[in-house]
């Protein structure tokens, strides 16, 4: 048994979308769909599968191409900045699933959408805690508190988040990576250990919901040995076991 709730839809499943989706291209409404599907590519994240019939004449551009994937075989289109994929069979047939960022912006009803879909059965929690949590690579200490702020985000181990005066910050290496999430925003510092790229990352400045995290300092669980209470925790397996290849639709920056 997962010591975390694990994603309720496995991938290849399939849910509608209920919300009026929609996606702009050079101040232009380029999809406009009350028809969208959320289909799981990999658990714990959904992305849009859209009709064909809502999307704009004239942007997708096909390549000649196909892909194959889990749940189907593609032809690849340009679109944008970046690619679609557009399904003649299978769960998606007569839809297009777009790259995220070969667009310019995505809404939900009214409101932007960031990064990917929200997942319709997740909840992302910021819940302060007195445990005692620290967080080793390699032998070498790197974070020790009682008072960090821990997120739980369905489908993925908690992140436990430590005060940056909790950090031993001269063991990291800074990072020039960026990424985001539609849960908690743009991250705005990441570090390195000699052993694992990318280890840890901080929000200065998150979404509404997950302030409690804005300065903190999380590390990937996967990468490094995490105590809680004295008590040494599993590494958990997950996309994001991986250095160089935690899953990003094209929405991580490196140098």
């Excluded at 809502?54 to 994937?69: I, N, R, S, Y």
């Excluded at 009803?109 to 960031?114: K, T």
Aim: net charge negative; hydrophobic share 35%.
């Amino acid at each position: 048994m997962s010591a975390y709730p694990e994603p309720l839809i496995p991938p290849g499943g399939t849910a509608p979308v209920p919300r009026r989706i929609r996606a702009m291209l050079d101040d232009r409404v380029v999809l406009d769909t009350t028809d969208a599907i959320y289909l799981w590519e990999f658990p714990p994240y959904p992305q849009y599968y859209v009709p064909l019939a809502d999307v704009a004449d004239g942007l997708l551009t096909d390549t000649g191409e196909t892909k194959t994937f889990a749940h189907g075989v593609a032809r690849v289109h340009t679109a944008g900045v970046g690619k679609a994929w557009v399904y003649d069979d299978g769960v998606a047939k007569g839809r297009v699933r777009f790259q995220w960022d070969a667009l310019d912006s995505w809404f939900e009803e009214d409101e932007e959408v960031f990064v990917h879909p929200r997942n319709p059965y997740s909840r992302v929690d910021a819940i302060k805690s007195t445990r005692h949590i620290t967080v080793t690579a390699a032998g070498q200490l790197l974070a020790d508190s009682t008072a960090t702020v821990i997120v739980f985000e369905t489908g993925l181990p908690p992140r436990y988040y430590f005060p940056k005066t909790s950090v031993q910050l001269e063991r990291l290496t800074p990072s020039d990576t960026v990424t985001a999430c539609p849960y908690k925003g743009r991250t705005s510092a990441y570090w390195s250990v000699p052993s694992v790229p990318d280890v840890a990352w901080s929000y200065d400045f998150p979404t509404a919901p997950l302030l409690p995290v804005a300065g903190h300092v999380a590390f990937f669980n996967e990468n490094v040995d995490i105590t809680v209470d004295g008590v040494p925790q599993e590494r958990p397996v997950t996309p994001f076991s991986t250095p160089g290849q935690r899953p990003t639709d094209g929405n991580v920056k490196r140098p």
